[in-house]
């Protein structure tokens, strides 16, 4: 295949080789005949043999893969080297600095020619498809690695570790970050600032945080109202006693007893009956779940002689790390408490 590039590049320093040496020709009868004399048709030749040298260079200079400084050095002899007449007059160690820099230049321009011709040998046998993809491929892979190594790729890689850490925090809830120490109250007040501003379950960091958020009278619904009731943990897990046992483990008032904390309130509703509620609070949000869990599968049990007593005086449920235990004179009472109140 044909590479127009390689092919330019060629043949400009091919003729090169050939505009050097004749610069060559030109500095040598300047300053080594004696009888040289200086004209104006040998001036405006010499002129345009350096306008010509000029003219190849960057084409030499493209295809230079080393010593780019001696390749350069090249427009500097030209340079320097403003006249026939001034050459002529140039000094003795002037003139062999330009002679052994004149044929560093030239055995570099040999080199790059000869390889130039090698590529383009290798190039006759290549198919122009395959040559092609294949260059393809160096310029994604080039693009991709200058990417890679950019301001923006870095900045994307931390954007998304970012949104990637504020999505995780905020889709789900981790019990190990709210028992690890130095970080299970800060992430307890963000727990707070999800549930309260951005309206997402989330698991409360006291049980006055519950009491004084959807359970204040102020954020009750139209018609709801609480009041605090006079009673303790221990007399309403008691209640419970020899009803059923959690898990294979202590019986249903013995895990109540494990709260870290209880209130008890009467909530009063427009179309209702008064409906008490009573609350026990734990850090995680396992314990609620494993009473519930219990409590649903004994009030499914026909063989449970308190099933039907059970699941016709109470409703259970978890609120988070909060569990909810409804009672009232009947079942239908307390589902718009349910519904409405703690919206589950």
């Not at 300047?30 to 001036?43: D, G, L, R, W």
């Not at 040999?110 to 190039?123: M, V």
């Amino acid at each position: 295949m044909i590479n127009p590039a390689l092919e330019r590049r060629y043949a400009d320093c091919t003729e090169l080789v050939d505009a050097w040496k004749g610069f060559l020709e030109y500095y040598n009868k300047a300053v080594k005949e004696q009888t040289f004399q200086s004209s104006p048709e040998a001036e405006q030749a010499f002129l345009d043999a350096k306008a010509r040298i000029a003219m190849l260079h960057d084409s030499f200079m493209a295809a230079l893969k080393h010593d780019q400084n001696v390749g350069q050095n090249m427009l500097s002899i030209v340079n320097r080297s403003i006249t026939l007449r001034h050459l002529r007059k140039v000094g003795t160690a002037d003139q062999k600095k330009i002679e052994i820099e004149w044929h560093e230049c030239y055995l570099l321009l040999n080199e790059t020619t000869s390889q130039l011709a090698e590529e383009r040998d290798r190039l006759a046998e290549v198919n122009e498809f395959t040559w092609r993809m294949g260059r393809i491929q160096e310029r994604i892979l080039l693009t991709i690695k200058s990417f890679l190594g950019s301001i923006y790729f870095k900045v994307i890689v931390a954007v998304a570790i970012l949104g990637g850490l504020v999505f995780a925090l905020l889709a789900a809830e981790y019990d190990i970050l709210r028992k690890t120490k130095g970080i299970a109250e800060p992430y307890a007040s963000f727990l707070d600032f999800r549930r309260d501003k951005l309206k997402l379950d989330s698991s409360y960091s006291s049980l006055e945080k519950m009491l004084g958020g959807k359970l204040s009278n102020d954020r009750m619904p139209s018609g709801f109202q609480r009041r605090d009731q006079e009673n303790t943990q221990d007399n309403v897990a008691n209640t419970f006693r020899q009803t059923f046992r959690i898990d294979g483990g202590g019986g249903a008032d013995e895990h109540l007893k494990t709260a870290t904390a209880f209130a008890s309130i009467a909530i009063s509703q427009p179309d209702g009956p008064d409906v008490t509620a009573w609350l026990f609070y734990w850090h995680d949000r396992q314990a609620p779940r494993t009473f519930v869990r219990a409590f649903d599968l004994e009030t499914s049990n026909p063989q449970n002689q308190m099933a039907e007593y059970l699941a016709r005086l109470y409703t259970v449920f978890a609120d988070n790390n909060v569990l909810v235990i409804l009672g009232g004179p009947h079942k239908d009472a307390q589902q718009p408490v349910r519904r409405r109140v703690f919206g589950k």
